[in-house]
């Protein structure tokens, strides 16, 4: 996980006069332009409570003691000619936003903004693409420096670490070996774990300074002196448990929302409400060329409380009709309780979706659409009842089938005939005759009932995969395709070839069944 905190003044958008190449130069007059504008000492000051507190300060207050958390009194005491603007919030944000987006498009598919001054970026699996990791942290510094930005960066193999050691390692490039982030933030400060202010000045009252101080106290007692997110950020920092980064989206999500003047309760209001958020969906969608592969429907009730349902299509649509069918199947599971005053349909999963052309003549036979029908019965029956049969490279059957979407179109099954149904593990015969080495057996028992063979095919050999593990370097499986008085048919197979004993025992086994 990687993190790059911004520690200046925030600037317009630095997008606009960028040339293509990052690695390029003349972008000094930006850098130029705001070092000009620090002539003076400069604060950053934001409102908080009843006080004006400093939010930032440029290079020269710093060195004259100015710390962001002071008072502006305190510091316009300290500092005569003082520069003092107000802070902008909302606007550093769409700076971190911007540079998020920028990140997602060059450097790696992850990234999203950490906190209010820096960027979280996992480039697992990327960074070869800029000659390694230290290159690229020289990059992205001569890249910031051109836009006017000053910045710490932290590799590491948890973001807990990565933000620790950015904000507090002293280090312009910290890149840390894998494994070793219990150590790394050992002598850092406990702010360094992201943790609230009250809890901070409960550690201190218990002479807790360093992270390292919080490693030999127990689970429990540590959890009830500063409470269980403490617990939390200090695994995650040391790796123990994960940390999603949720990343950003290069596209504005297809939203549309109803506020309603009355809260609603019913299930007949409800359809209504969603069939008109339906409409509004399909149209968005169609304006933009797109297509609805999940949406998630959001009910805000009058308590305040939020219920989500989601919804996944087969393959993309924008068919009103559909959708609103199958979010009616779904009204059931919404709790309206006090009542439902506002209610929005988002789609997280997009896809494009053009306009088909039904060729040339009408009369042409056309191939039905199962994606409707797939869609109604995974409503019904769940996520993972509906699915086909796909083959993968495999000699050993078992291994030879996988799972595939419902609307998939398997290839590459084997030419030779295979049953209509395959055991999940191969159940074990008794009682079997049969003459060796190559004759299907006569008689079997099988789940207790016994059976006699009238007709018999095979051997077909199946040797095992010696590269998975040894105890398939000499496996054989010998099959064979019987019929039994009574008609059915079944896959056995032998272990062993029936002369060399290293190759199986000899047993018998139930594998499929045809017809």
């Keep these: 996980m990687r993190e790059m905190g911004r520690r200046s003044e925030a600037a317009d958008n630095p997008f606009k006069a960028m040339p293509p190449d990052e690695g390029a130069r003349g972008d000094a007059p930006v850098a130029a332009a705001l070092i000009g504008t620090w002539a003076r000492p400069t604060i950053l000051v934001e409102r ?10 440029c290079p020269q207050a710093l060195d004259l003691g100015l710390r962001p958390g002071m008072a502006a009194a305190h510091a316009r005491a ?5 520069d003092v603007r107000d802070a902008e919030p909302k606007n550093d944000r769409g700076v971190l936003d911007r540079l998020a987006l920028h990140a997602v498009g060059h450097w790696t598919p992850t990234a999203s903004v950490a906190g209010a001054d820096g960027l979280w970026l996992d480039l ?63 002598d850092l400060p406990l702010a360094a774990l992201r943790l609230e202010p009250d809890t901070l000045a409960s550690a201190a009252r218990f002479g807790l300074e360093r992270v390292a101080d919080l490693y030999p106290i127990a689970r429990g007692p540590l959890a009830r002196r500063l409470g269980m997110k403490t617990v939390a950020r200090l695994d995650q920092a040391r790796g123990l448990v994960a940390e999603p980064i949720v ?48 949406a998630v429907l959001t009910c805000v009730g009058v308590d305040g409380v939020e219920q989500r349902i989601g919804l996944g299509a087969a393959k993309a649509t924008r068919e009103a009709k559909h959708l609103k069918r199958m979010l009616a199947m779904r009204v059931e599971r919404i709790e309206p309780d006090l009542g439902i005053e506002v209610m929005s349909l988002s789609a997280p999963r997009v896809e494009d ?32 009842a509906l699915f086909r049969i796909g083959a993968q490279e495999s000699d050993v059957p ?23 149904r395959l055991l999940r593990r191969p159940e074990l015969l008794s009682s079997v005759v049969a003459l060796l080495p190559d004759h299907p057996p006569r008689r079997f028992v099988w789940r207790g009932q016994p059976y006699r063979v009238v ?14 593990t040894e105890r398939e370097m000499w496996a054989v499986r010998d099959y064979f395709r019987v019929e039994v008085e009574g008609g059915e048919r079944f896959w056995l197979f032998r272990r062993g070839d029936g002369v060399e004993g290293s190759t199986g025992d000899l047993s018998w086994y139930m594998h499929g069944l045809f017809g």
Excluded at 78 to 82: F, G, H, I, P
Excluded at 141 to 162: D, E, N
């Design 353 to 384: 979706l053009m306009p088909v052309s039904l060729g040339a003549g009408l009369a042409e036979p056309r191939v039905p659409d199962l994606a409707p029908l797939v869609d109604q019965l995974t409503v019904r029956a769940g996520d993972g």
């Design 124 to 186: 697992t699996g990327t960074t070869h693409l800029f000659g390694g990791e230290q290159r690229f942290c020289r990059r992205l510094l001569r890249f910031l420096h051109r836009l006017g930005f000053t910045a710490t960066i932290a590799i590491a193999g948890s973001p807990g670490a990565a933000h620790a050691l950015a904000r507090y390692g002293g280090e312009r490039v910290t890149i840390l070996p894998p494994s070793t982030e219990t150590q790394a933030i050992a």
């Design 48 to 57: 908080v409570g009843q006080r004006d507190v400093v939010t930032a300060a």
């Design 455 to 468: 007709a018999g095919d095979g051997p077909e050999r199946i040797h095992g995969e010696w590269w998975r």
């Design 78 to 82: 300290l500092v005569a000619e003082l």
């Design 247 to 294: 990343p950003v989206m290069p596209f504005e999500v297809p939203r549309v929302e109803r506020r309603l003047l009355e809260p609603i309760g019913t299930a007949e209001t409800l359809t209504q409400v969603i069939g008109d958020l339906v409409d509004d969906l399909v149209c968005v969608l169609q304006a933009r060329g797109l297509g609805l592969r999940a």
């Design 398 to 420: 078992e291994r030879a089938t996988l799972r595939a979407a419902a609307l998939a179109c398997p290839a590459g099954w084997p030419k030779w005939k295979r049953p209509a």
